[in-house]
């Protein structure tokens, strides 16, 4: 796994003290159908965002809350990268959006008969939040929400 | 940050129903922030799928997460570590 030591000290100490929220009680739905009949939606962290959408807000305190919608079709060359954190290393996403937001893979597996079908839509979160109470309370239910509609069955989730 | 986010976020699709498996890169966040599947991954900060351009280890872990949601017997919190190809188990 990632290791903390890779992390400055002021990162270390900080997450260390870092209150984490936690899940509790920890919903759980049980899939009633088998991957490879299932609609399948993506949740990127990478801080994504699609030309002509506003990028992520850098120095929003607390963290920018916001999502964006990332088209399924889109070229991953024209996405463009906003996550402020300096904890990780940017160049492998921008050597390969998938990555961190596994679009191509995805459709590749469904190809072979894995996945049943892939959403239309997905979403990038920036997921250097420090302060997550407007994510939980407000964007996270608006995602959810999204997802309902598009009739998503289930969701793969990457963090950076 | 990035580890509890993609927690929180799929804590609510879970909520609306929608079945969920997160990427995690640090145990130790995952056990405090307990998202209901986890898929645990071996790789640095920046990296959650392996390597940029290598399709077949992206494929590998997705598959790997892909995985949980056929565990008839799971219960919440699950937690399982994704294995490279030809790595034994310790």
Same mark, same amino acid.
């Given at each position: 796994?990632?290791?903390?030591?890779?992390?400055?000290?002021?990162?270390?100490?900080?997450?260390?003290?870092?209150?984490?929220?936690?899940?509790?009680?920890?919903?759980?739905?049980?899939?009633?159908?088998?991957?490879?009949?299932?609609?399948?939606?993506?949740?990127?962290?990478?801080?994504?965002?699609?030309?002509?959408?506003?990028?992520?807000?850098?120095?929003?305190?607390?963290?920018?809350?916001?999502?964006?919608?990332?088209?399924?079709?889109?070229?991953?060359?024209? $996405? =463009?990268?906003?996550?402020?954190?300096?904890?990780?290393? %940017? &160049?492998? !996403?921008?050597?390969?959006?998938?990555?961190?937001? *596994?679009?191509?893979?995805?459709?590749? $597996? =469904?190809?072979?008969?894995?996945?049943?079908?892939?959403? %239309? &839509?997905? !979403?990038?979160?920036?997921?250097?939040?420090?302060? *997550?109470?407007?994510?939980?309370?407000?964007?996270?239910?608006?995602?959810?929400?999204?997802?309902?509609?598009?009739?998503?069955?289930?969701?793969?989730?990457?963090?950076? | 940050?990035?580890?509890?986010?993609?927690?929180?976020?799929?804590?609510?699709?879970?909520?609306?129903?929608?079945?969920?498996?997160?990427?995690?890169?640090?145990?130790?966040?995952?056990?405090?922030?307990?998202?209901?599947?986890?898929?645990?991954?071996?790789?640095?900060?920046?990296?959650?799928?392996?390597?940029?351009?290598?399709?077949?280890?992206?494929?590998?872990?997705?598959?790997?997460?892909?995985?949980?949601?056929?565990?008839?017997?799971?219960?919440?919190?699950?937690?399982?570590?994704?294995?490279?190809?030809?790595?034994?188990?310790?």
């Amino acid at each position: 796994m990632a290791d903390l030591s890779e992390l400055s000290l002021p990162l270390r100490l900080f997450l260390k003290a870092y209150p984490w929220r936690r899940i509790d009680p920890i919903p759980w739905v049980i899939p009633d159908k088998p991957v490879s009949q299932s609609r399948l939606a993506l949740v990127t962290t990478a801080g994504f965002s699609a030309p002509g959408q506003a990028p992520f807000d850098e120095g929003f305190k607390g963290g920018d809350y916001s999502f964006r919608i990332i088209p399924d079709g889109i070229d991953l060359g024209a $996405l =463009e990268e906003h996550h402020r954190s300096e904890a990780f290393d %940017h &160049r492998g !996403l921008a050597a390969d959006p998938n990555l961190v937001f *596994p679009r191509d893979r995805v459709h590749e $597996l =469904e190809a072979a008969g894995k996945i049943g079908s892939i959403n %239309h &839509r997905h !979403l990038s979160f920036m997921g250097s939040i420090t302060a *997550p109470g407007r994510l939980r309370s407000e964007t996270a239910p608006e995602a959810a929400k999204l997802f309902k509609e598009d009739q998503v069955d289930l969701a793969l989730l990457v963090p950076v | 940050m990035c580890n509890q986010t993609v927690s929180l976020v799929a804590a609510e699709l879970e909520r609306r129903g929608i079945a969920t498996v997160v990427v995690q890169l640090l145990r130790f966040i995952a056990e405090k922030v307990q998202p209901p599947r986890a898929l645990l991954v071996p790789f640095k900060h920046g990296f959650p799928l392996g390597e940029p351009k290598n399709p077949e280890l992206q494929r590998e872990v997705i598959a790997a997460a892909l995985r949980l949601f056929e565990d008839a017997d799971a219960e919440p919190p699950l937690l399982t570590e994704f294995r490279p190809p030809g790595q034994s188990p310790i």
